[in-house]
């Protein structure tokens, strides 16, 4: 709808602006996608912008835990939250993202200005802010090659595809044993490896860990390389830190859970975020700034999941409706 509406902004001619909008969206995975339809079906003016349609979810091999969907892809779902928004009149912006907001701190009513990487500049009454997150990753050879094919982010995810083998878990805070206590129930057993001489968990959770008779916890060791037979990973290679010594331990899955990492760099000034670089936002998805909203990962919404986000999303267009029926 886009290019057929704009098509000079679409090949970067920005001389062409959009008239102000009701709701700006940044980002198009679960929490953005629910967002723009969510205020579409309010029949506001609905601008969305990412860098591709679908987000993290649409490098997710196999979906499971979408409730009344028993089984999907990430690139079945992405394909359906497309044509979902299809039916609906949203301006969607792919391949770009927005540089910069600016906000009249002295009038809250005033509309919030969006600078993009095209070079066009869009003014909004609201934005509802879903960019997401991205794993941390560790950085060694063959991690990259084998996503999807043994090594995993997200145990709630994945971890049913591992039931009766043996896994690994990258990282010793809490998400980490949390992650192994979790995997413990399906898999054979679980490994954690945890790069200081001590836990980063909780004492609670430690101790449950340690005394399950299905986790093994190696401590101060630095994981080397994911290695990898016929496209699937056979086994995990790590060095010991106090000696210097390079082990391999056979397994079948990897998990790594040494955080996640917001995608909010560019909202400096704009929003407050947690230390971890998260937005802040109470139970209807105001942030501390009026007519700012935010959904999903980036937020400190507990719980990182797809059905989560989905709802966040809900929630923050609502929010941001009543905001523009109240406020504006």
Known sequence: KL?????????GDSSEQLPLQDVTVIGAGPAGVASAIYAARKGLNVTMIADRIGGQ??????????????????????????AHMSDYDINIKEFLRVDKIEHDVNNSKAPKTLYLSSGEVIESKTVIIATGAKWRELGIPGEKENVGSGVAYCPHCDGPFFKGKDVAVVGGG??????ALDLAGMVNHVTVFEFLPDLKADKVL??????????????????????????????????????????????????????????????DG???????????????????????????????????????????????????????????
């Open 3 to 11: 290019i057929e509406r704009f098509p000079d902004i679409v090949n």
């Open 57 to 82: 979810v649409k490098d997710t091999v196999g979906i499971e835990n979408l409730i009344s969907v028993p089984k999907t892809t990430g690139t079945e779902l992405t394909g359906n939250m497309q």
């Open 174 to 179: 809490n998400s980490g044993i949390e992650a």
């Open 206 to 267: 430690v101790d449950k860990a340690e005394a399950h008779d299905k986790i093994t916890i190696i401590k101060n060791v630095a994981t080397k390389e994911v290695i990898a037979n016929d496209g699937k990973v056979v086994a995990l290679a790590y060095e010991d830190r106090v000696t210097g010594e390079v082990k391999e331990q056979a397994l079948s899955g990897i998990f790594v859970q040494i955080g996640l990492v917001p995608n909010s760099g560019f909202l």
């Open 270 to 328: 704009v929003v407050d975020r947690t230390k971890h670089g998260e937005i802040i936002i109470d139970e209807k998805c105001h942030t501390t700034t009026p007519g700012i909203f935010a959904a999903g990962d980036v937020s400190t919404v507990p719980y990182k999941q797809i059905v989560i986000a989905m709802g966040e999303g809900a929630k923050a267009s609502l929010s941001a409706f009543d905001y523009i029926i109240r406020e504006s």
